[in-house]
């Protein structure tokens, strides 16, 4: 079973500034995968960022990066130079890379806010 | 946009009626999973079609049940509706024959509201 916690219900931030959301994982799976996702109101899904357990380096993907600390069972997303269009919810998943069902375990979200 | 789309957007039925959600996958991907959100919570996996047979499945009672047609596309079915299944259903497309980690691309979701 997967596990996913995401211990900051809601976060403000002031626009161009960095911000970190946190997640920690628990799972019994040696090979897994880690998301995250971003929910703006209209209700989309939208993917920003993936990082494999097996992964070396800290996945990046333009001003969105992932904090892995594997022993420490974290991923935390940082968002650099925040924009006012990053106000959304913000959700953390994780996936087996064992099984054949491609199941994702979402935690419970992050609402962010941009503040001009 | 995704290109994976659901129809309808938001949807009205009383207790005790049967619903049916429909998706359309993204060209090229052959699996198409279905998460129900309730409000203030993350996704929860209902099950996953992988050419046409269910692949999977999460915590949910015989009741919730689903299609996949030959073109991908899918049909999530939703007899004797609770109040309790008022949520946010989304669909999700993906291939499984790449690496486990391409993206699911997700449609906008129905919003189902149970009264």
């Known amino acids: 079973a997967q596990k996913i916690t995401q211990t900051q219900p809601g976060m403000f931030v002031q626009e161009k500034e960095a911000v970190t959301l946190d997640c920690t994982y628990d799972t019994s799976d040696p090979s897994y995968g880690l998301f995250w996702y971003k929910q703006p109101s209209s209700g989309e899904m939208i993917f920003l960022i993936y990082?494999?357990?097996?992964?070396?380096q800290n996945a990046t993907e333009g001003r969105y990066s992932l904090n892995f600390q594997k022993a420490r069972k974290s991923a935390n997303l940082v968002i650099s130079a925040s924009q006012l269009g990053d106000s959304a919810m913000y959700f953390c998943?994780?996936?087996?890379?064992?099984?054949?069902?491609?199941?994702?375990?979402f935690g419970s979200g992050t609402q962010l806010t941009v503040l001009p | 946009e995704t290109g994976v789309t659901q129809s309808p957007t938001h949807l009205i039925k009383t207790r005790g009626q049967q619903v049916t959600l429909r998706c359309s996958s993204q060209?090229?991907?052959?699996?198409v999973s279905w998460y129900q959100q309730a409000l203030g919570q993350g996704p929860q996996f209902i099950f996953q079609y992988y050419r046409e047979e269910e692949n999977g499945r999460g915590n949910f009672p015989p009741r919730f049940s689903g299609l996949q047609f030959p073109n991908y596309s899918s049909e999530l079915n939703v007899n004797a509706l609770e109040l309790d299944d008022s949520a946010l259903y989304l669909c999700?497309?993906?291939?499984?024959?790449?690496?486990?980690?391409?993206?699911?691309?997700f449609g906008q979701g129905t919003r189902l509201t149970v009264v």
């Open positions: 999700a497309s993906s291939s499984l024959a790449g690496a486990k980690n391409t993206e699911a691309f």
């Open positions: 060209s090229g991907h052959n699996t």
């Open positions: 990082q494999g357990s097996y992964d070396q």
């Open positions: 998943a994780t996936l087996s890379l064992g099984g054949s069902a491609r199941q994702l375990t």
